[in-house]
């Protein structure tokens, strides 16, 4: 084969090659299913997971009633899920960073029960649920991880309820604030300076409180020293006192 026909082989196989990142390699592997697998294991899963799937802000991985057939395993990037209500406004039902898996909504229905839409260009690992559910079940680790992952989805939801049932305004962005904290930290990214991949609307649809409460509470906050906004851009002050908001310790304002 000659030069000019070579390069855009090797070009081709390069592309090939950096499809596919091992779970033992990745750097999110403790966030997501491969925790405490042993070295075998770990490469049996590997083979499973062959496809990554590059999505462009405002691209839907899935749609309300389309079949069923994959978990997907947040890559890179940052996604949001949610429902249409009758008069057309959305219902967000959470927001999806680096680490987490979307998609177990449909496992139980066989069809996704919500809109998946990626709010920046991003990167999902696509993992076939059948083949995955047929490897828990050969591997007793994986189903326990497996099963670990869908009770935190659980109480994930709990949460929102308990955002959404009880709280003020000034709690429910408190704690919304404290949440994306923690998952940042996590990850170790900084857990006070981060930027807000939602628009204030958005956090309005997930809180249930209107865009002009958001954007009043931000101010308030500001205020009081407890962070500083610019735009999108939020660097948390006193995660004490956030925390205080949080549990209605208003002696703390």
């Keep these: 084969m000659d030069a000019q026909n070579q390069q855009p082989l090797n070009k081709i196989m390069m592309n090939v090659n950096g499809l596919k990142q091992a779970c ?7 966030l997501c299913l491969p ?8 490469d049996r899963l590997d083979r499973l997971v062959t496809r990554r799937k590059h999505m462009q802000r405002g691209e839907h991985v899935f749609r309300v009633g389309a079949p069923f057939q994959f978990l997907f395993a947040i890559r890179t990037g940052f996604f949001k899920t949610y429902e249409l209500q009758e008069d057309g406004q959305e219902h967000i039902t959470g927001f999806h960073m680096a680490g987490e898996i979307i ?4 496992i139980s229905t066989d069809h996704n029960t919500c809109n998946a839409v990626a709010l920046e260009d991003s990167e999902l690992c696509e993992i076939p649920f059948p083949q995955l559910e047929g490897l828990c079940r050969e591997i007793p680790a994986l189903q326990h991880q497996f099963h670990k992952l869908m009770s935190r989805e659980i109480i994930r939801d709990h949460g929102i309820m308990m955002l959404l049932g009880g709280m003020r305004a000034e709690e429910r962005l408190a704690a919304f604030l404290l949440n994306l904290s923690q998952r940042y930290a996590a990850r170790g990214y900084s857990a006070t300076e981060f930027h807000l991949r939602m628009t204030r609307a958005e956090i309005g649809h997930y809180l249930g409180m209107k865009l002009e409460t958001v954007s009043r509470t931000l101010t308030k906050f500001q205020e009081q020293g407890l962070l500083t906004v610019n735009n999108k851009h939020v660097e948390l002050q006193d995660l004490v006192r956030l ?3 949080m549990n209605r310790e208003e002696s703390a304002l």
């Design 35 to 42: 925790i405490g697998l042993e070295a075998s294991d770990m």
């Design 103 to 106: 998609g177990m909504d449909a």
């Design 24 to 30: 033992s390699s990745c750097s999110l592997r403790e």
């Design 243 to 245: 925390h205080q908001v």
